[in-house]
Nanobody
Framework: QVNLVEGGGGSVQPGGSLGLSCAAPPYIFSVATMGWYRQVPGKERDLVATINAGDAKIYAGTVKDRFTIFRDKPNNTVRLQMNSLKAEDTAVYYC????????????????WGQGTQVTVSS
């Protein structure tokens, strides 16, 4: 089974920074759109940022200009640098790899990491 391994997360004060990482098998990393979604209890899982196989990026409006997503290609890892963190960023962050069509050997399919807690508080 595909295993997405998440790292990072933790607790910081408002205005602080954290870095998240997500490592994928090479055959997934090379073709899938990858990124993070976040979720708080009782709410939908919302897009944070994604990067596709050609390095095109999408950011949620609430994180644009504060977060940066990029590929650490030698390590088959996607990273999310989160700066100027706010209390509203508190959530569980889930790494996602989205395969379109049959590029990953499946039909359209989403793989998910285990989630990592990000807490921003005073």
């Amino acid at each position: 089974q595909v295993n997405l391994v998440e790292g990072g997360g933790g607790s910081v004060q408002p205005g602080g920074s954290l870095g998240l990482s997500c490592a994928a098998p090479p055959y997934i990393f090379s073709v899938a759109t990858m990124g993070w979604y976040r979720q708080v209890p009782g709410k939908e899982r919302d897009l944070v940022a994604t990067i596709n196989a050609g390095d095109a990026k999408i950011y949620a409006g609430t994180v644009k200009d504060r977060f940066t997503i990029f590929r650490d290609k030698p390590n088959n890892t996607v990273r999310l640098q989160m700066n100027s963190l706010k209390a509203e960023d508190t959530a569980v962050y889930y790494c996602n790899a989205h395969c379109t069509g049959y590029v990953c050997g499946t039909g359209d399919y989403d793989y998910w990491g285990q989630g990592t807690q990000v807490t921003v508080s005073s």
